[in-house]
């Protein structure tokens, strides 16, 4: 029997829609539900409890939605958030950490791993602790990026203040010579280019999207999750802040047509929990 229910995928605002992109393309006969948590945003610069709280509300929000499975597609609630979303929640939750410093240890040569996050995944320290994990002699140097996720929600990826920042953000990592950068925050995937030009082409960058999409096909095909393989799939779109903003900006990030888009309030978010 095909599992009809949707997937639900969240983020602080449109930068999950880099994961949700390759979801769709990997699984075209899914149905999913995006929640962006744009009047909160950023979570960045805020504390590790209120990310938590955020995150503990969403997961039940979309679980009363009937998903059948929660994709945290930010890497600053997974870092702060995860074994307490895990462990509250009754479908399975997938998160974008665990592949892609699984995936930079794999490409590094020189052992040396870049990553470029927000303050509060900087802080916590999850990427430090998985990569020693699969590699105790890698060497990891992470570099806080508080300018880049307000610039990219404003609709800025070229002007000079977002070059300025990325080669702010590359430099320390030149420095110490790492070979492989890992992207870890869902939003930066739409600087690549420009972060691939300020590393040169030497160098690795790695970020969650195909990874976490490839996690999530596989989970539901193990445990017998799967939508009938030959309909194709609907996906709908939930925002705590302005619909049209969400809109405009999240077609660039989506590379699909996005449709209509839903607000939410917080106040239901926080009922869910
Ligand atoms: N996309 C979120 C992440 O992956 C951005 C966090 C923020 O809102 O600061 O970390």
């Given at each position: 029997?095909?599992?009809?229910?949707?997937?639900?995928?969240?983020?602080?605002?449109?930068?999950?829609?880099?994961?949700?992109?390759?979801?769709?393309?990997?699984?075209?006969?899914?149905?999913?539900?995006?929640?962006?948590?744009?009047?909160?945003?950023?979570?960045?610069?805020?504390?590790?409890?209120?990310?938590?709280?955020?995150?503990?509300?969403?997961?039940?929000?979309?679980?009363?939605?009937?998903?059948?499975?929660?994709?945290?597609?930010?890497?600053?609630?997974?870092?702060?958030?995860?074994?307490?979303?895990?462990g509250e929640l009754e479908v399975p939750v997938v998160s974008v950490i665990v592949p892609e410093a699984h995936a930079a240890v794999q490409a590094t040569r020189n052992r040396r791993i870049g990553l470029l996050a927000t303050e509060l995944t900087v802080a916590s320290g999850r990427y430090e602790s998985l990569v020693r994990t699969l590699d105790a002699g890698a060497r990891?140097?992470?570099?806080?990026?508080?300018?880049?996720?307000?610039?990219?929600?404003?609709?800025?990826?070229?002007?000079?203040?977002?070059?300025?920042?990325?080669?702010?953000?590359?430099?320390?990592?030149?420095?110490?010579?790492?070979?492989?950068?890992?992207?870890?925050?869902?939003?930066?995937?739409?600087?690549?280019?420009v972060f691939q030009r300020a590393f040169g082409r030497d160098v690795t960058l790695v970020f969650s999207a195909d990874e976490t999409a490839r996690e999530v096909a596989e989970t539901l095909a193990r445990k017998g999750f799967e939508n009938d393989g030959k309909r194709e799939g609907e996906y709908r779109f939930l925002t705590t802040g302005d619909p049209e903003l969400f809109r405009t900006l999240g077609e660039r990030f989506l590379q699909l047509p996005l449709g209509d888009v839903e607000h939410v309030g917080v106040a239901e978010l926080e009922e869910a929990a």
């Open positions: 029997m095909p599992d009809s229910r949707p997937v639900g995928v969240f983020d602080s605002g449109v930068g999950g829609l880099t994961v949700l992109h390759e979801c769709l393309v990997t699984m075209p006969h899914e149905d999913f539900v995006y929640l962006g948590d744009h009047a909160r945003l950023p979570y960045g610069p805020r504390t590790r409890d209120e990310v938590r709280r955020f995150a503990h509300e969403i997961g039940l929000y979309l679980q009363g939605l009937g998903v059948k499975m929660v994709v945290v597609a930010c890497n600053t609630a997974t870092s702060v958030a995860l074994p307490d979303l895990q990891l140097t992470s570099v806080a990026c508080p300018k880049l996720v307000p610039l990219i929600e404003a609709g800025d990826t070229f002007s000079d203040d977002v070059m300025a920042a990325v080669r702010e953000y590359a430099a320390p990592l030149k420095d110490a010579g790492c070979d492989t950068v890992i992207l870890g925050c869902t939003h930066y995937p739409l600087l690549r280019p």
